[in-house]
Each structure stands twice: as structure tokens, then as C-alpha cells.
């Protein structure tokens, strides 16, 4: 009972801490506005994302289109509210994927070490040395374009990521006295691994999911705006780009939009995983 | 040392033997037939059974996977599927311009980062190191590919003062080459400029925090002579080894540069193989940047065993 209270006046004064710098504010006030957009897109859009209407063709930035329209003259700014749940599922799925299968490993390859674990991290350093771009443009190319497996070729490349945080974390959290306790009560290993042990580790994972969802959100833009993304005509940010890089000298406005609506959602969650270390980092606290 | 560079060695090449096996996985996550992927569906059986050839599938995959490291090592990285032209053709022709972009985001976020990051370090918690690490934020979070379209929107299209896109040689002209370079080098070296001013900043307090340096103020040394003597140097063991990562990740991440400028390198080598479902030039492209970063990260590891004695004898 006493160490609930205590679990709870640490979460509550860690939120508080959060809470008081203003950039980690400003970064989860955007991450929060961004999920409400992505919620409400078919009502807050005013015009219809796909519509097309080729006589209003590259119009600039007026008071019914506000970002302007792009070629086939849609309506950029209702295209931008739509893109926006593209770049989260994305962004949150592929940290999802590779956090479930990045701790699984780390988790397994550090409470076990030897061979198993000298296998796993060495696989992990292999995908590691990849440039995470060029790694997810080769899933990609291989198992296609579509939201699922850009999930997936993204999540892939994050998977090491998360091993090595985990890894770490689990080679000091093994040699803890309470976790040798548990262990000499006979618990079984799986419980131990995934009841006590991983439970103690993850708090870094936390910091580290954050920052590599901003990466996540580059990284689907890119592939996006590379072609093997998320398929047209579903708005997603990066084909936005892609589509008004042809015309930036005449119709700025369509890929300077999007691109700003990428810069803010990588810059809130940049924010928001920069102070989480600042909270959760023992040593910062310290 | 020798030791140490044997033990390094045996590890890059363990690390190569994984990294050959999710290379060579590309072709075979294809979902169905890698052939008719490429090919398309209409495609007649004998188009089916020149592409099978060319991609080795009549064979077992554990034969196909031998032969094809086998003609790697001897130095044979397959043809291209749209071109015929051999890979280590293309390669020879688009290496050194993915090489030349890296070493110029290299060079401004080593010449702009570390002195930034050494003022963020001396004036700590001011207005001046508020200003930088809001820098830092910004130059973190911003997408190199909008960051792209910006100077173009800005130096190419209103001020007219660079190329859009496309490459003068070196050869030719080391001014034409300067200016077609200057933009691409800020796309790619912005984000690695802000990592390297944010490690030194970083690096320094910690550093000016010990004991030794406490010691070097007592005796009444003058700030500068404390930085430039005493804490700069040990500061800069960390930095050097960002520097060297993040120049292997940046060589590998020029594909999207190279696409917005036009730079034939090998990224926009492979981002066009994709489009054209050449999975020669994919898989055998993906290999080259990966063992070119592999070989980065060896050489960045040698030189920080040789700056810093301790990780020798770990």
C-alpha cells in the first residue's frame, strides 16, 4: 500500500516536472492537437480531400481554400487535416511494431547472454549498419507500397534501436538483488522475464519510443515523398510533397504546407521525448 | 592494438555475414513470385523465365544466397535488370558523388557545430545558449526533404543564386562544382550540423564540471586557455565518434538529397532501381552503402582506440 502511494507521488511529481517546462507543453499540446484533427477530419475539413476540380488548378492561398490548391485543384489545406491520421499511424504503428519486437529480443538476448544473446545482438548490429532510409526503401520496394507495410518496413529498421536500449537496461536489471530473489522463490523464467524483469527496464524505452516517433514521421515522409509510401490518392504529407515539388516554382504553397505540418509534428514529438529524459533519466534527476 | 583490431575485424565480419542474409532477404520477402513482381502480371512465360534467371530463383535459396556472395567477393555484383550495364559500373560512376556530398555536410557541421557548440558550452544557460539550443531543436526536427525545397524555393528560384538541381564535375570547374554543391551539402548537413553542436555542448560541461578543471581556475588560468588547453581536447573524444557515425548514417541517408537536387549518386541509384523494380541494383546497392558504412564505423572505432588508450584495454 505504502509503495503505491509512493509509485503515485512519483508519477504525479514527474508529471509536474514535465509539465513545467514549456516546451514539453507546447510539444504534447501539438502531439494532442494533431490526434483530434486526425479524429475529426471528415468534420473540421471544409472541402472533400480527393475532390477534383481542374479549373481551380494551382490557385494560391484564398479565403474558401486556405493553403491554396494543388494541381488537380484539391483543396491543400483539407488535404493537410486528412494526411495528418497517415503520419500517426504510421508514426505510432511502426514504434509500436519494433518496440513489441525490439524489447522481445533485447529482453531475451540480455537475460540470457551467451550464445543466444551474442546471436541476436549481432543480428541487431547488422541492422544497425544499415541507414534506416535505405533499409525501409528495400522492404518497401520488396513487399510494396501501402500503410500496413510501411509500418512494418519502418518498424524494421527501429527494431535494433530498441534491442540495444532494452539490452543495456536488462544486463543491470538481472544482477538486481530483488529479481535473484524471485528467481531463488522458483518462479518460472518466462514470468520472471516478462513479469519483473522487462517491467524494470522499459523506462528508457519510453524516452527512446518518443524520439524514434519523430523519426518515424520523417521516415514515412520520405519513403512517401520517394514514391513507395502511402498510396495516392489517400493524403498522406509526403505525397503532398512529392506532388508540389514539380510546381515549387510556380505553386509554392503546396509542398511548403505539408512540409511545415511534418517540420511541427517531428518538432512535438522531439519535445515531448526530450523531456521525458529530463524526468525519467535517474541520473538527470539526480 | 593488434589484438583489438583483430577482435574489430572478426566482429565487421560477422556483422557482414548478417548483413549479406537481410540483403539477400529482399528478393525473397517479395510476396508471390519475385518475377511476375517484376514483370508484371501479363507478362509472357518467357519474359517469366528470363527475369527468373536473372534473379537466380530456379535455384534453392541457400544456393542462390552461396553464389551470389560468392560473386560478390570475386568482385561481381550482377547486372542491372532496365540497363544491362554492370552494378560496380554505376557504382564507380555514382560513388564518388554520394561520397563528395557526405564529406560536404561533413565539413559545415564540423566547421559551424563544434564552435557553436563550444559558445553553448561557455556562455551555459545564458540568452546566447538558449538561442543555440532552440537552434539545435529546430535544425533536429527539420525534414531534409522540405528543408530542400526551401533553399531551392529561396537561393535557386527567388535570389537565382545556385542551380536547382544537377552537378558540375570538380573536374570541370571547382567553382560551378562549389555552387551546385552548396545547397545539397546544407540539406544533408543541417541535422548533423545541430547533432554535433548539441554533443559538444554537452561534451564541454561535462568535461568543465571535473575536478581538473576546477583546479586549472584556481590556479587563476583565464576561461579561453581552460578550453582550448584543458577541456577541448577531452571534450572532443565523444564528438569525434558522433561525427564518425553519423557520417556513415548521412553517406547512407543522401538518398532523399540526391532526389530533390538530381545528384546522380547512389541514392537516387537505388531510389530509381526501386521505381523500376531493378531488385539487382536494390539489393546489390543496399549491400555497397551498407559495407561502406560498415567500413566508416570500422575506421571511426581504429581512431578512437588510438585517441583514447582505455578502449583498447576494455
Redesign the interface.
Known sequence: MDNDKKTSADSNRSLKRFLRNK?NLIGGIIILLFLLISIFAPVISPHPPNQVNLKMSLQPPSKTNFFGTDSLGRDVFSRIIHGCSASLIVGLGSVGFSLVVGSFLGVIAGYFKGSIGIVIM??M???W???S???A????????PGIKNIIIAIGITFIPGFARVIYSQVLIVREEVYIKAIKSLGTKTSRLIFWHVLPNSITPVIVYSSLMA?QAV?AE??LS????GVIPPRAAW?NM?RDG?IY??VA?WV??FP??A??LL??AF??VG?GLRDVLDVRMTQ | MIKFLGQRIF?MI??????S???YS??I???GDAATAVVGADASEEQLMIVREQLGLNEPVFVRYVKWVGNMLKGDFGRSMTTNHRVTTLVSIRFPITMQLTLCGMVLAVSIGIPLGIIAAKKNNSFTDMVLRAIT??G????N??LG??L??FFS?KLGWFAPSGLIPIKQSFFGWMSTMILPALTIGTRFTAVVLRQTRSALLEVLRSDYIRTAKAKGLKDIKIIRSHALKNSLIPVVTVIGLQT??L???A??TE??FHLPGM?SL??TA??Q?D?VV??SG?MI??IT??LI?FIVDVLYAILDPRIRFK
Not at chain 1, 225 to 228: E, R
Not at chain 2, 14 to 19: D, E, P
Not at chain 2, 140 to 143: D, E, G, V
Open positions: 516546451f549481432r543480428f548490429d547488422a541492422l549498419s544499415f541507414p532510409i535505405i533499409l526503401l528495400g522492404i518497401a520496394a520488396s513487399i510494396g519523430a520523417i515522409a520520405g515523398f520517394l514514391g513507395i509526403g510533397l515539388y515549387l516554382g509554392p509542398s511548403l512540409g511545415a511534418i517540420f517531428v518538432l522531439n519535445f526530450d | 566482429q560477422l556483422v557482414l555475414f548478417f548483413v542474409i537481410v540483403v529482399l528478393i520477402i517479395i510476396p531543436s529546430l533536429m526536427s527539420l525534414p526533404f522540405w525545397l526551401l531551392i524555393l528560384l556513415g548514417r553517406f547512407g541517408g538518398v532523399i532526389t530533390i541514392g537505388i531510389a526501386v521505381s523494380r531488385y536494390v539489393q543496399i552503402v551498407a558504412v560498415l564505423n
